[in-house]
């Protein structure tokens, strides 16, 4: 445990870029040998605006990566947040507890408040209209969405206490996590359910994407399943019936231009349909 904790302390930036374009390269390559959906589209084209929105993410968090450095450094020289206030916690502890907890208010939390809070899912809705969900998808967030994502982590540092080392794991680990549970590929269903009660499946994270509520507001986790199991906001839903898209922007076309999906969380608030979950 000591060597991880060593070497997420200094990762290289070449290493961390590695994990994304390696993680990416990965999950494409599975999505053509084990394909969910057979989608009827041109993989690169669809991949443009998403490896867009990849890159608009990388730019912003490298811009203010030096707040979380410094936030990181503060607790740890000061002893301050969760993980530093209880006693005689076992490394393996302090890290497995800081990186659940920075999932929790980093992903979870931040993921819920973007469904709840209308300014709010008007720019996360970037990432809902995407009708052909796969692995590039993980990462089509609208620039806004960047930096909120980027501040929940940040408090989230500060309240949990936690060390560079835990935050460069997290990220890592929450980088392939998305990648995995976006990617276009059929598990066997057992597999699928039996990873769903620790990680966050593939066919758990469909779910979220089906064009309705209530499905759209549900199954938030990022790496840990845990934390919908806990707060009452996992569902299922058969992978067969998924729909993906967001049922007041089904405009396919549009929802594929980055100059559209820059403007769309300035569109008015448009109320969306919920269905029977039952049906």
């Not at 076309?253 to 559209?260: P, Q, S, T, V, Y």
């Not at 349909?273 to 039952?278: Q, W």
């Amino acid at each position: 445990m000591e060597s991880i904790v060593t070497y997420f302390e200094t990762i290289p930036s070449l290493h961390r870029s590695l994990i994304l374009v390696g993680g990416l390269t990965l999950f494409w390559l599975l999505e053509g040998t084990l394909p969910l959906f057979n989608f009827k589209y041109k993989k690169w084209k669809h991949a443009v605006p998403n490896l867009f929105f990849t890159l608009t993410t990388i730019i912003i968090n490298f811009g203010l990566a030096f707040m979380l450095v410094k936030t990181a450094d503060w607790v740890k020289v000061n002893d301050f947040g969760i993980i530093n206030w209880i006693p005689n916690l076992p490394l393996w502890a302090y890290v497995l507890l800081g990186v659940l907890l920075l999932d929790f208010i980093g992903a979870y939390l931040a993921h819920y408040v973007e469904h709840k809070v209308k300014p709010l899912w008007m720019v996360h809705l970037v990432h809902h209209t995407d009708h052909n969900v796969d692995t590039t998808t993980a990462n089509r967030h609208h620039p806004l969405e960047s930096v909120i994502r980027f501040v929940f982590t940040l408090i989230g540092v500060f309240i949990i206490g936690a060390p560079i080392a835990i935050v460069m794991l997290y990220q890592s680990m929450s980088l392939v996590a998305t990648q995995f549970s976006h990617a276009n590929i059929k598990l066997p269903k057992t597999i699928d359910k039996a990873i769903s009660y620790v990680l966050v499946s593939p066919d758990m994270h469909k779910v979220h994407h089906h064009y309705m509520l209530p499905y759209t507001d549900s199954n938030y986790g990022n790496i840990f399943s845990i934390w919908d199991r806990l707060f009452g906001t996992f569902m299922t839903l058969d992978r067969d019936a998924i729909v993906y898209g967001v049922d007041t922007f089904p405009d396919e076309e549009a929802n594929g231009k980055i100059g559209e999906l820059l403007k769309q969380p300035f569109h008015k608030y448009r109320k969306p349909t919920t269905i029977n979950s039952s049906e």
